[in-house]
């Protein structure tokens, strides 16, 4: 199996940037696609990015185009996730979480949470 551990969320203004980390464990040769996904109170859980782990192709939610980058470091096991221009709606609770070869998100990490003031 895969376990997931988020860090790297916090406080930030608006304009502002930070950096996500996500670490997999486990059974990490069956990884076929890491994304980030984030849920806002209220809302429903949306996908933010994706990256393919071998080919690296990555995916990138309109609202976020030109401000974030997924990256991965395979050595490390670990997908990034860089934020730039943080605006107020960027604050949610941010999670990654692995495909396998089923093709279905169902390995979630804990979340970290990020909040932008304005």
């Known amino acids: 199996q895969v376990q997931l551990v988020e860090s790297g969320g916090g406080v930030v203004q608006a304009g502002g940037s930070l950096s996500l980390s996500c670490t997999a464990s486990?059974?990490?040769?069956?990884?076929?696609?890491m994304g980030w996904f984030r849920q806002a109170p209220g809302t429903e859980r949306t996908i933010v990015s994706a990256i393919h782990w071998i080919g690296g192709n990555t995916y990138y939610a309109d609202s976020v185009k030109g401000r974030f980058t997924i990256s991965r470091d395979l050595a490390k096991n670990t997908v990034y996730l860089q934020m730039n221009n943080l605006k107020p709606d960027d604050t949610a609770v941010y999670y990654c979480?692995?495909?396998?070869?089923?093709?279905?998100?169902?390995?979630w990490g804990q979340g970290t949470q990020v909040t932008v003031s304005s």
């Open positions: 486990g059974r990490t040769f069956s990884i076929y696609v």
């Open positions: 979480a692995a495909q396998k070869t089923t093709g279905r998100y169902d390995i």
